[in-house]
């Protein structure tokens, strides 16, 4: 088992808990709904058809993972990246150890994913990690892998923290995708480093129009001989602060890309969940649960997801309770139409909506593989 089980438990308690028993102040909505008779569409496009039925977690909002940039300035400029871009203006700030913490307490959500911009690049990153895992939250911090054999030394393992490295390919393509040569190598050299000194790493990959998803089979098989304890994949979506709208995924391109992930799933641990890979390979429809996953960094509480930027709030709440929900989703806002990012979707797969009878053994097979 390379997951603890406490960490699985405890993030099934606390869904069940805040499903039964929603924080009152985060289902306030104070913001304007377009259509008062059903103001929180979502549309299945199921192979039966089309249906409308609002959201059904509308009224039980809460969080589960938070991702956190306490910076955005990187070593390297991605061709995919929103952020160095989006954020130009502040790059150089950052939030404080202090503020880091105090958004993981007032947000609350079990998971939080520190990332950037360059998380390793970030002065107090021991302490902000220590300060995480002592609120006991599981961690993952998403790194390019350039800076950990340099800054392991200031971080300790811990069963609930995880190094999170971004691999798009083999060394060749990656670089590519990364826009330099050498990086691969300098990552492969950190999750080594890393997994010596009994930290665990997981990886994390973008699926791009150009992904060819075979290599992506070869990355994980070169991966098996370190040990890594885990894979995610997701699909490349479009930020607006970036220009080439050619690298990214439609959702017919997306069915394409991941048909063949369950075959995957049995020769990895990939951590995708069955449900959300059903919603990969377009075999099932899900709403966009973006508040499950909510953004914060250094202009504020990011609405209304980490792909979109339409506000920055100063509270979770005002997040919470002010972003315009019923505008955003496929079918709602022509920005989201070919969205199937994880930071959408994936909160709905784990809060159980369009489940079926079949989910739970499903997943618990998922979860002792
Ligand atoms: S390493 Fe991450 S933050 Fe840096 S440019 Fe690439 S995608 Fe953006
Ligand atoms: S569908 Fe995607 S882009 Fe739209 S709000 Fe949800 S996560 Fe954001």
New binding site residues.
């Given amino acids: 088992m390379k997951f603890p089980l406490s960490m699985t438990a405890g993030m099934a308690g606390y869904i069940v808990k805040n499903k039964l028993r929603p924080r009152p102040e985060w289902q306030v909505n104070k913001a304007v709904q377009n259509d008062s008779s059903n103001p929180f569409k979502i549309i299945y496009t199921a192979q039966t058809g089309v249906k409308r039925e609002p959201h059904p977690m509308i009224n039980r909002r809460f969080p589960l993972v938070l991702m956190l940039e306490p910076l955005?300035t990187?070593?390297?400029?991605?061709t995919?990246?929103g952020?160095?871009r989006e954020y130009e203006s502040t790059i150089t700030q950052k939030l404080s150890v202090e503020q880091c913490l105090a958004a993981v307490d007032e947000c609350g959500a079990p998971m939080v994913t520190i990332?950037?911009?360059?998380p390793l690049l970030y002065p107090e990153i021991g302490p902000l990690v220590t300060g995480i895992m002592q609120r006991g939250h599981s961690c993952y911090l998403c790194t390019?892998g350039m800076f950990m054999v340099k800054r392991l030394k200031e971080l300790k393992p811990h069963e609930l923290f995880f190094f999170n490295v971004?691999l798009d390919g083999m060394e060749k393509n990656h670089d590519l995708a990364?826009e330099r040569e050498g990086v691969f190598k300098e990552a492969i050299k950190g999750i080594q480093a890393a997994k010596a000194a009994g930290f665990k790493v997981v990886t994390n990959t973008t699926v791009y129009v150009e992904t060819d998803m075979n290599e992506i089979e070869e990355l994980f098989g070169y991966l098996k001989q370190f040990d890594v304890d885990g894979h995610t994949i997701s699909p490349a979506y479009g930020y607006s602060a970036v220009n080439d709208r050619e690298i990214f995924l439609t959702r017919d391109r997306v069915y394409e890309k991941f048909v063949n992930i369950d075959k995957l799933a049995k020769k990895y641990p990939l951590q995708t969940t069955p449900v959300y890979m059903d919603f990969l390979q377009g075999k099932r429809e899900l709403p966009c649960t973006a508040w499950g996953n909510p953004t914060y960094n250094v202009k504020g509480w990011k609405g209304p997801c980490y792909l979109i930027t339409d506000a920055h709030y100063k509270t979770f709440e005002e997040f919470m309770t002010q972003t315009a929900w019923e505008q955003y989703g496929p079918g709602q806002d022509p920005r989201c139409e070919h969205c199937m990012m994880h930071c959408g979707f994936e909160p709905s797969a784990a809060f159980g909506i369009n489940s079926k009878a079949s989910d739970s053994i499903r997943m618990l097979s998922w979860l002792v593989r």
């Fill in positions: 955005h990187c070593n390297l400029t991605c995919g990246c952020r160095i990332c950037g911009g360059e390019n971004h990364v």
